[in-house]
Structure formats: structure tokens, C-alpha cells
């Protein structure tokens, strides 16, 4: 089973093991051969690959001759009884759309125990034995409560654009995102090339700056602005006076929304003081970076973590995160992978650093 080959299981402190084991060789065997039926939902903001997530979940429970449900709305939804038994036709041509058919919403009300307590009375009362949530940190703190508290067998799969999912190499929607992120600014490039123009673009990346690091590295842009590595003005009015200096007539900046120098706007109307030469522009990214049809890198990613989510509660395992580490299924607990911050690769940084001179 895949919990001997992950670390986080293996270790004996802290909440998950006294939730992966309190449950009891009996209740894990129960589980493992009376499964019949399990629901599903997304949760949280949309990622492309969400819908392809769904489709292997409902199509590999099916396989197993297990029945599931579709959850609308979330969290919301499940409290409000938006149920639907799915079959394989009720997932056709539905891989290569981005968004999520099933919807998501935010869900006040499951914040509070007697919410929890009620959406598990719903998935009692329509005979759902175990839940997968399609989602991220948020939704997994949710994941997490529902499980301990209401004792449901719940696995979650890592779905959001900002691959700050701690326990996965990516989560599903990164490779869309940066995609659509390079896509536009190498549009953005053309313009700043004719005009001699420096444009500073905002990402999305309020936490993390994956995809202003790997969108930029992809991009070829000039500096880039994330969480992780703080840079004040002056390193960056340095860099753009090296440009200067190197015979660059243009320029682009990719700043994650998160960065701490000030905001893009603040930003470029301090270059435009301090380095009068530049004909600053800003572009802010925003909800353009969640849609579009998913990558065929997502598609697979979300195909197999919704196969591994169904083989994992089968196996009588709750209270985890399906992920991927070196192209290797791994499981990790779900409190561990929504409290724990996945580290930026310093030699990311590093090669960020050496190809934009």
C-alpha cells in the first residue's frame, strides 16, 4: 500500500497518526470491502483539471462497481442536499473543459461544528460512506474537521492554480496557469519591444510565487517578484538600470500579487521617478490565469490522482491528500498538507537569477 512508501505516514507524532490509526484494523477492513458508495465535490477557487479530477474519480469508482454522487457547490451544496448520481456518461467531454462542472462556492456555515455535523447528517442520510474533496488549503481545513469530528472517510485531491499545496511536486492547474501566464506575456513582450517599453505584470500568487517564478523562467522576463525572496525598489531600479546598460530597449517584470515591494502600480510610478528613460506600463493578469482548457500535463495529473483517490479509500485509508513526488503517488495527511508551506526551490531562484542578465 502507498502509505509505507510516504514518510508522513510512517511517523508517529502528531494528530494524523492517531487519525489514520485510531480507526482500527476493523474499520479499515470494513471499509475496503463494504465501500458502495462515495461523493465527490470541488471546493474553493476553480483550476483547470478540476473536471478531468471529477471524471477519474466517478469513472474509477464505477470500475470498482462502486455508485458516486456529485456534489454542486461545494461545501454549500453539500449542506443544501445538491446531490446527483453520476454515471460514466455523465462525465463525457468534460476532461478537456477547464473550470468545474460540479461548481464551488464559499460556505460560511461549514465553518461552525453544527454545519460540519449537518453535512454529514446529508451524506448519511444518501447512503455516501466517503467524501473526495477537489480543492485547496481551505478546503482541506474543512476535509480535515469533517473527518475527525464526524468520523467520514474523506481523501482530498490537491486542486489549485498557486501550487502552494504542501505533500505534491504540482497540483492540479499549475501547468494551465503558467501556460496561460507565458501565453500573454509574450504577447505583452511584442508590444514593449516596438514601443521601448518596460511593463510590470501582476500575477496571481498571494501566498506563493510559483507561477511568477516558473511563468517568468518560461517567458524570458527581465526580474521577477515573488513572496519568498523579498527585493526591495532599489534591487529592482538596480536591475533595470544593468538592463539599461546591457542595451536593452524593453523590459518585462512579472510580480506575484503577494510580493512585499508595494503593489505593481506603486511600483511603476516609483521607476517612472527614479529612471525617467523607462515609458512604464502595468498589466494585471488576474481571473485570466484560472481558466482555459487544461494542459494535457493537468489532464494526466488529475486523471491519476482521481484514480489514486478512489484506490486509497478502498484500501481503507482517511483523513489524506493524494499527491505526486517524483512521479510517484504519495499520500499525505490533510492537516499536515494544509497547515505545512511547501519550500520554493533555491535553485529555481538561482537559475531565475543567471538567465534574466
Not at 474519480?57 to 445538491?82: C, D, F, M, P
Not at 499525505?332 to 538567465?355: F, H, N, S, Y
Request: with cysteine; net charge negative.
Amino acid at each position: 500500500m502507498w502509505w509505507h512508501d510516504c514518510d508522513d505516514l510512517r511517523s508517529k507524532n502528531g494528530e494524523l497518526w492517531q487519525l489514520f490509526h485510531t480507526r482500527s484494523t476493523f474499520v479499515r477492513d470494513a471499509l475496503m470491502t463494504t465501500l458502495q458508495h462515495i461523493g465527490v465535490l470541488t471546493s474553493g477557487g476553480d483550476a483547470p483539471g478540476m473536471n478531468a479530477a471529477v471524471r477519474a474519480v466517478a469513472r474509477s469508482a464505477i470500475y470498482h462497481n462502486i455508485k458516486v454522487t456529485g456534489i454542486s457547490e461545494g461545501y454549500t451544496g453539500l449542506l443544501e442536499g445538491k446531490l446527483t448520481l453520476l454515471n460514466s456518461r455523465s462525465v463525457s467531454n468534460i476532461v478537456n473543459q477547464g473550470g468545474t462542472f460540479l461548481k464551488s462556492a464559499r460556505c460560511m456555515e461549514f465553518y461552525k461544528p453544527e454545519g460540519r455535523a449537518k453535512a454529514a447528517e446529508q451524506l448519511r442520510e444518501s447512503g455516501i460512506e466517503a467524501l473526495v474533496v477537489i480543492g485547496g488549503d481551505g478546503s482541506f481545513t474543512g476535509a480535515t474537521l469533517l473527518a475527525r469530528e464526524q468520523h467520514i472517510p474523506v481523501v482530498g485531491i490537491p486542486g489549485t492554480i498557486d501550487n502552494d499545496i504542501y505533500g505534491t511536486d504540482f497540483t492540479i492547474g499549475f501547468d494551465t496557469a503558467i501556460n496561460t501566464v507565458q501565453e500573454a506575456v509574450d504577447k505583452i513582450r511584442d508590444t514593449a519591444t516596438s514601443h521601448n517599453r518596460l511593463f510590470i505584470i501582476e500575477v496571481m500568487g498571494r501566498d506563493a510565487g510559483y507561477i511568477a517564478l516558473y511563468a517568468g523562467i518560461g517567458a524570458g522576463s527581465e526580474e521577477i517578484l515573488i513572496p519568498e525572496k523579498s527585493r526591495d525598489i532599489d534591487y529592482l531600479l538596480h536591475s533595470l538600470n544593468r538592463s539599461d546598460r546591457a542595451g536593452k530597449t524593453s523590459s518585462i517584470v512579472i510580480v506575484a500579487e503577494g510580493d512585499k515591494s508595494g503593489g505593481v502600480f506603486e511600483l511603476a510610478k516609483t521607476v517612472e521617478e527614479k529612471l525617467p528613460g523607462y515609458s512604464t506600463r502595468v498589466t494585471v493578469l488576474g481571473h485570466l490565469q484560472r481558466g482555459g482548457r487544461p494542459t494535457c500535463a493537468d489532464r494526466v495529473l488529475a486523471s491519476r490522482l482521481g484514480v489514486a483517490a478512489v484506490d486509497t479509500l478502498r484500501d481503507g485509508t482517511s483523513g489524506v491528500m493524494v499527491g505526486l513526488r517524483d512521479n510517484r503517488i504519495t499520500l499525505t495527511g490533510l492537516e499536515k498538507a494544509c497547515k505545512e508551506t511547501p519550500d520554493m526551490d533555491p535553485e529555481l531562484i538561482r537559475v531565475a537569477d543567471i538567465v534574466s542578465i
